[in-house]
C-alpha cells in the first residue's frame, strides 16, 4: 500500500484527485516566467496561484477592472464586458480582464505593475 491509499484508487482505475493528468494542464508564460494551471481555469485564478501579483478588489467578478493583462495566443472570445470596460484599442492590442479569461491553451501574458495609492 503506498501512502494515503493510493493503492486503491490506482487499482480501481481511478484517478487520485491529488494527481493531475498531464492533458489536463497547461503552461502559460507570465512576464518570462513559466506558470503552470489547470486548464479550464480563469487566467486570474491561473496567475493568483502562480503566485503572481495581481490587482483585484471584486473577486474575479469582472467588475473592478483592476485585473488587466496583455494576452497573446487563442484565448476565449472577448467577452461584452470586457469590450465595454477596455474599448476597441487595448482589446486589438490583447488587453483582456484576466478573471473573464479562461486558460484552454498555452498563453504569454504580461501583467502591468499594481499601482501604489497616489500613482498615476
Ligand atoms: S478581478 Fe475585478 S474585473 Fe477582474
Known amino acids: 500500500m503506498l501512502e494515503g491509499g493510493r ?3 490506482l487499482a480501481s482505475g481511478r484517478i487520485p484527485r491529488k494527481m493531475p493528468r498531464v492533458s489536463d494542464e497547461v503552461v502559460i508564460e507570465v512576464d518570462g516566467r513559466p ?3 489547470a486548464k479550464g481555469s480563469s ?3 491561473a496567475l493568483v496561484n ?3 501579483l495581481i490587482g483585484t478588489a471584486c473577486g474575479g467578478r469582472g467588475i473592478c477592472h483592476f485585473c488587466r493583462v496583455t494576452v497573446t495566443g487563442a484565448t476565449t472570445p472577448v467577452s461584452p464586458e470586457e469590450q465595454r470596460a477596455l474599448g476597441n484599442l487595448l482589446v486589438a492590442r ?3 480582464l484576466a478573471c473573464r479569461v479562461v486558460v484552454e491553451a498555452p498563453l504569454v501574458v504580461s501583467v502591468p505593475p499594481i499601482r ?3 500613482e498615476g
Open 7 to 9: 493503492v486503491e484508487s
Open 50 to 52: 502562480g503566485g503572481v
Open 94 to 96: 490583447g488587453m483582456r
Open 43 to 45: 487566467l486570474l485564478n
Open 116 to 118: 501604489g495609492k497616489g
Open 35 to 37: 506558470v503552470r494551471c
